[in-house]
């Protein structure tokens, strides 16, 4: 088995595995205590709410996914084939486990721990996927375009987006509602951010005596400048390269295992990088 392959069976993996924790905080903390979730859960539990009793009366889940499609193929467009891929299949595991998980009141009365626990499981099912490449639907693809062409955070623009489900939710079920949801956001932006670390960037050394293999191999998985200078090993005399990258942290997993396959002795040095002048693609 590749290691391709094994990171694409790594990342399936943790996007069920978020969906499974987003369907917990959504049927144990959130739908339970009428705190209502960010982006397209909010909204799907919204519509459930508002069209019971109708010809539309479907549960969260359905309504989760039947909006999540439009999206979809905006991130196939805007932002590539693999992510999209994994998106899909984080919203299907999601969507099944909503439906399958039965809803219970883990904290029953107290809609201030609801908020807070369940945005504390939902950030966490969202930053996992979200740091591995993919994105749970909903806001968090329309957060990650804004975020790649501005230097503003994913969690910033998740708050935003989803304060407009808060007062929504206000509107239609009491401005108390709106409150807990406020809470609910506040918690859910601060964890995907601690977790999603895309605007943490990077410089890193790449010293290796196949510099042609690594950056063509580079050049064909990451959108990155590179820069290369010789190199002499002071031990052994040997003539080598240094690559020289900007990257940021979500892309150092993917850069480590190119590097590697291209040449089994080489070696990575990762420093932190306060600040870039110039241009710097966020991606």
């Known amino acids: 088995m590749t290691a391709v392959v094994k990171e ?7 996007a069920s595995i978020g969906g499974f924790v987003i369907a917990v905080a959504m049927n144990w903390f959130l ?9 397209f859960t909010g909204l799907a539990q919204i519509l459930t709410q508002v069209l019971q009793g109708t010809a539309f009366a479907f549960g969260e889940n359905v309504w989760f996914l039947v909006l999540n499609l439009p999206l979809i193929v905006l991130a196939w467009i805007m932002l590539g084939r693999s992510f999209t891929i994994i998106t899909l299949i984080s919203v299907l595991a999601t969507t099944i486990f909503i439906g399958l998980i039965p809803q ?18 939902l950030a966490i099912g969202t930053g996992i996927t979200i740091k591995f490449g993919a994105s749970t639907g909903g806001f968090d693809i329309v957060a990650l375009i ?22 929504l939710a206000g509107a239609l079920f ?18 995907v951010d601690e977790i999603h ?28 400048g590179i ?18 990258m900007v990257i940021e942290r979500h892309e150092l ?13 080489v070696f990575i040095n990762v420093v932190a990088t306060d600040s870039v002048v110039g241009y710097f693609r966020k991606g």
């Open 8 to 14: 694409s069976m790594l990342k399936v993996i943790v």
């Open 31 to 39: 739908i339970p205590s009428g705190v209502y979730s960010t982006g």
């Open 104 to 121: 219970y009141a883990v904290i029953p009365g107290d809609q201030t721990l609801n908020a807070v626990f369940g945005g504390v499981l």
């Open 146 to 167: 804004f975020a790649r062409f501005s230097d503003r955070s994913v969690g910033l623009y998740l708050f935003v987006l989803n304060f407009l489900i808060a007062i």
């Open 174 to 191: 009491g401005w108390s509602t709106a409150l807990y949801t406020i809470v609910f956001i506040y918690v859910t932006s601060k964890v």
């Open 197 to 224: 670390t895309s605007n943490q960037r990077l410089t890193i050394f790449i010293i290796t005596n196949h510099a042609d293999d690594i950056t063509t191999a580079l050049h064909q998985h990451i959108i990155r």
């Open 227 to 244: 820069t290369q200078m010789p190199a002499i090993g002071t031990y052994s005399r040997a003539e080598k390269s240094t690559l020289m």
């Open 253 to 265: 997993r993917d850069i480590e295992r190119i590097c590697r396959d291209a040449d089994e002795t």
